[in-house]
């Protein structure tokens, strides 16, 4: 709707359309928009009822054609009286439309005999170029002088377009004013102590409205990591071993992993020890024989602790110290398989100490760990993935110390440089299994692992 026909309409009640204001004003129809919500905020300045009314208003090609005139006026306008090549026609910018529309309406036709290739020739001497017409009484705001058969064939050309607009009918309200006095959202002590709420105006409760949605849960910081690092196992092809068993016996939590019976880690100052049920019974004995024999005697070139392996220790139930008991597990049925395949295997699970609680110790916390079986794995594999692994992590700079665990050799401790504290610190613990630990299991002798882990609540405190 054009600024003239809004002005042809009457004002009642001393009204007027916001599209008016901004015609008005010269400024964008949403600036008065924007005013008017200000307003109704202040209370009953004014009166704004939102209506919406359709229009016609011309698309860009449109405009265009309103300007220079239509397509088939211009290839018309362009053939001389000797007539134009129409390969030469078609070249022009509106020369297929063109072409097309002058033909329909008889304007021009196609000599395809002519000795110099098809030619296009006028027809007529003049012609009446009622597109631009029309296009330009919509421009001019006066789109109800043209039929709704004129202006729907204009649309399915994108000459036209009917678009919805939305404005406000704005009237005075019950406390109208030419000033705005700002109203008060809050009833503060100095203004009751003054008396000066007397004399204010507050602005009005909406008992209606919305509250703010309380805030009713989070993720926990660890879950977070965790759910990063489980990605992460799962990008690099890893297969997630089953950690749900807390409770575990100290053949497997230990023995199985060479790990000696009188080694400290097995004492009660280190390990929760379970007093029911206190003891486990059910060990495959054929592979209990072959591990208390690689302890006591030694075996696959190892000559083992020397001391005397007794069942009832292995047998000690305890909360599990470490998740590469699981690890023990899935190797050994691993290694029941007729024929061996690679594996790669991680977890994330809680494991338990006997520490002495402090700022960073906890009786227990979560320990990642990976771990990977291939024919002819070393050190120099264990590195690359740590690297790949970290890598995932954002962590590029990467050292490794040599270091001593009973079931890994060689071992080493994983340091990477903090940026924030300037300075190494410990990630985690990585090394290659002891054939002790792999070859009573019955694993084929050209078979390494290679694993690591760290804590899951470490890694969080030192890069988070």
């Known amino acids: 709707v054009s600024p003239s026909e809004r002005k042809a309409s009457p004002k009642v009640d001393g009204g007027t359309d916001s599209q008016d204001v901004a015609a008005d004003l010269g400024v964008d129809h949403q600036v008065i928009v924007g005013a008017v919500k200000s307003l109704q905020a202040l209370g009953e300045v004014i009166s704004a009822e939102q209506k919406s009314s359709r229009h016609w208003e011309l698309t860009g090609e449109g405009r265009e054609i309103a300007e220079q005139g239509s397509h088939e006026a211009r290839v018309f306008n362009a053939i001389p009286d000797e007539g134009l090549p129409q390969n030469q026609l078609m070249k022009m910018p509106s020369g297929k439309v063109g072409f097309s529309k002058a033909m ?201 602790y020397k001391y005397d392996w007794k069942i009832e220790e292995a047998q000690k139930n305890l909360l599990r110290t470490h998740t590469t008991a699981v690890s023990a597990r899935m190797l050994y049925k691993l290694a029941q398989q007729e024929k061996f395949t690679p594996v790669k295997y991680f977890s994330i699970d809680r494991v338990f100490r006997n520490e002495t609680l402090d700022a960073t110790h906890l009786a227990e916390f979560h320990q990642i760990e990976g771990v990977v079986a291939d024919y002819g794995l070393t050190l120099g594999n264990l590195m690359g993935i740590l690297h790949q692994f970290f890598t995932k992590l954002g962590i590029t700079k990467l050292r490794f110390k040599p270091a001593y665990n009973p079931y890994t050799e060689p071992s080493m401790e994983v340091f990477s440089y903090h940026e924030g504290l300037k300075k190494w610190v410990e990630v985690g613990n990585s090394g290659v299994f002891r054939p002790e630990m792999l070859l009573p299991m019955g694993l084929p002798e050209g078979v390494s692992v290679i694993a690591w882990g760290l804590s899951l609540e470490r890694y969080v405190d030192t890069h988070t």
């Open 104 to 304: 329909s309406n008889k304007w021009i036709r196609l000599d395809k005999a002519h000795e110099g290739g098809p030619r296009v020739f006028k027809t007529v001497e003049a012609i009446e170029d009622t597109v631009r017409d029309k296009l330009q009484l919509v421009q001019k705001g006066q789109s109800a002088k043209l039929e709704d058969k004129e202006k729907n064939e204009l649309k399915k050309r994108k000459l036209l377009s009917e678009v919805t607009v939305k404005s406000y009918w704005i009237t005075k309200g019950s406390s109208f004013s030419t000033t705005i006095t700002k109203q008060e959202t809050e009833l503060t002590p100095e203004m009751i102590a003054s008396g000066s709420w007397k004399e204010k105006k507050f602005k009005p409760y909406n008992f209606e409205a919305m509250g703010v949605a309380p805030d009713c849960g989070h993720l926990h910081p660890l879950m977070k990591v965790r759910t990063q690092f489980r990605q992460i196992f799962l990008e690099m092809g890893f297969t997630e071993m089953p950690t749900n068993n807390f409770i575990e016996s100290s053949f497997w939590n230990f023995d199985s992993l060479f790990q000696p019976q009188q080694h400290p880690a097995r004492d009660q100052h280190d390990t929760f020890f379970i007093s029911d049920p206190a003891l486990a019974h059910e060990f495959p004995q054929d592979y209990l024989e072959r591990v208390k024999k690689v302890h006591s005697e030694g075996g696959y070139g190892s000559q083992g």
